[in-house]
């Protein structure tokens, strides 16, 4: 049972684990992981009940690399000791980042399984004999069907953002899944919430388990404020958006659809302030750049849809924008919990329309927010004083451009188990299928190159994900021209749905 124990030592995890989160950085438990490491550390079955950024990662990760240390266990090609099941790519990408250091120190091999790339690299990595596999539903299935890797020395299984995967429908595969597992194995589910048939994944799978709720998904989070900006119309909400995006910190800007959320990015770099998008019409590895240029700093705000409310972990965002409220509430706490992280603040801020009143009441109000909306306009001392310091403006001097980048595909990653597939055609391929998709990704690699973007003329992308040659935002020196660019995906970002879904038509679209 849970001790009060503060440090890691005290919490009985082995004293080489203990030196590499020292490492890291990381020394003081976080209350998830001080309830539930005593438990699973002696292989107990455990429901942990947490939102995103409430430390459930090292929770899970910590005790399952100590168990395969110690287990006598043998590595053999094609079938993994240990499997972690994600809902999407960017989350399984981030849990094996966290894991590799941990795994190092014990000699355990690791590698990542989703779909929008080719599998070759990952069947490859499967044969060479791995102890952890980190997975979306989808691209494993398919890969079972081919017999290609086998689940039957599972020795650990853990579901990470188990609500998540059901709201993408993706409960049905990831039972056939946990069938294919070992009985006597130790599982660990992690969700935010039980509902939408959670709740009979615990009852099915996890023997007796152990329940530890830390900040469920319905509670707000103490250190983080909240702020509604009542626009008069579309225009003023474009001016007071640009001027939110101009500070000198991480911003992430939310809006409700794909298209919007690159349109944003374009609107954003061409007047001087460089964005990337993050969104399912990208290619892997497009989405990989995107991502990892805002992660360095390289880039200071990405617009994306809610694809990035979820498991998408990214140190010091101090301003999350809600430019599109989202439908309802769950997806406005996730999305805002993208800031106030570790125990950071945070500040969060929805921009409201006249005809979006009622809907951002009743989002609010169900969300357990109080807060009064505040009428602004350009120029608003309210901005200014949320904005805080603001960037350098950086001018490009010919339009904004969309740069091909190797590797843009119009493969898809529509995991296996979701519902109405039929509407996932034309360009959307399936991660289930094994589409051809992201033919220039990394398949089995933890982490994710900015790469380096040029336009076709004279000037470089230094916006887009993309470095120039400074490694910096600034605009490269010697060209005639500079052009900015808020795609690194080819064909202006037209590339794959590339989230790990299954969810109904409707969905896919808006993302």
């Known amino acids: 049972m849970p001790t009060s124990a503060s440090t890691f030592s005290e919490l009985g995890v082995p004293e080489a684990l203990v030196h590499s989160l020292t490492a890291s950085g990381i020394t003081t438990p976080f209350p998830i992981q001080t309830a539930t490491l005593p438990d699973t550390l002696q292989g107990r079955d455990v429901l942990g009940r947490g939102r995103t950024g409430s430390g459930k990662t090292l929770a899970f990760t910590i005790p399952m690399v100590a168990r395969l240390a110690a287990s006598t266990a043998k590595r053999v090609p094609a079938r993994p000791r240990a499997l972690i099941l994600a809902p999407t790519r960017e989350l399984a990408t981030q849990i094996a980042t966290v894991i590799e250091p941990l795994a190092r120190t014990q000699r355990l091999s690791l590698t990542t399984v989703f779909g929008g790339v080719s599998q070759g690299r990952q069947v490859s990595a499967l044969n060479g004999g791995i102890d952890i596999l980190v997975s979306c539903p989808g691209r494993l299935e398919d890969l079972i069907k081919q017999r290609l890797v086998s689940l039957a020395n599972v020795e650990i299984t853990i579901l990470d953002e188990a609500d998540h995967m059901a709201d993408l429908g993706f409960l049905p595969g990831v039972k056939r899944l946990m069938d294919q597992t070992p009985k006597q194995g130790q599982r660990m589910l992690f969700s935010a919430t039980l509902d939408n048939g959670v709740d009979q994944i615990v009852k099915r799978y996890l023997n007796n388990p152990l329940t530890h709720s830390v900040d469920s998904a319905d509670s707000p989070v103490a250190k983080m404020t909240h702020h509604v900006l009542a626009v008069h119309d579309a225009e003023s909400k474009r001016l007071v958006v640009n001027e939110l995006a101009s500070g000198t910190g991480r911003r992430l800007l939310f809006t409700r659809t794909k298209h919007q959320a690159k349109k944003l990015a374009k609107q954003l770099t061409a007047a001087g302030i460089p ?38 972990h990214v140190d010091d965002i101090e301003l999350v924008v809600h430019v599109d409220p989202p439908a309802e509430h769950k997806a406005y706490l996730h999305r805002s919990g993208r800031t106030a992280r570790a125990g950071s603040d945070g500040v969060v801020v929805t921009v409201m ?8 009441k009743t989002l609010t109000r169900q969300a357990k927010i109080n807060v009064t909306p505040v009428r602004v306009g ?28 190797g590797g843009g595909s119009r493969g898809g990653d529509v995991a296996g188990g979701g519902a109405r597939r039929g509407a996932g055609r034309g360009r959307r391929g ?31 992308s230094a ?44 969905r896919r679209r808006s993302r």
Do not use: W
């Open 463 to 506: 916006g887009a994900g993309g470095r120039s040659s400074s490694g910096s935002n600034r605009p490269a020196q010697g060209g005639s021209t500079v052009m900015y660019s808020s795609t690194t995906g080819s064909r202006a970002g037209s590339g794959a749905v590339d989230m790990s879904r299954g969810s109904d038509a409707g």
């Open 275 to 312: 964005a990337v998008d993050l969104h399912g019409n990208l290619s892997q590895p497009a989405r990989e750049r995107n991502l990892a240029a805002f992660a360095s700093g390289d880039v200071r705000v990405l617009c994306a849809t809610d694809i990035a409310a979820r498991g998408i």
């Open 378 to 405: 350009p120029g608003s001392p309210v901005i200014s004083s949320l904005v805080g310091e603001v960037a350098d403006i950086v001018k490009p001097t010919a339009p904004p451009v969309s740069v091909p980048q």
């Open 430 to 460: 399936r991660e289930g299928a094994g589409a051809k998709g992201g033919q220039g990704g990394q398949g089995g690699g933890a982490g994710a190159g900015a790469g380096q973007g040029r336009s076709g003329g004279s000037g470089r």
């Open 353 to 360: 329309l006249p005809e979006q009143a009622g809907d951002v």
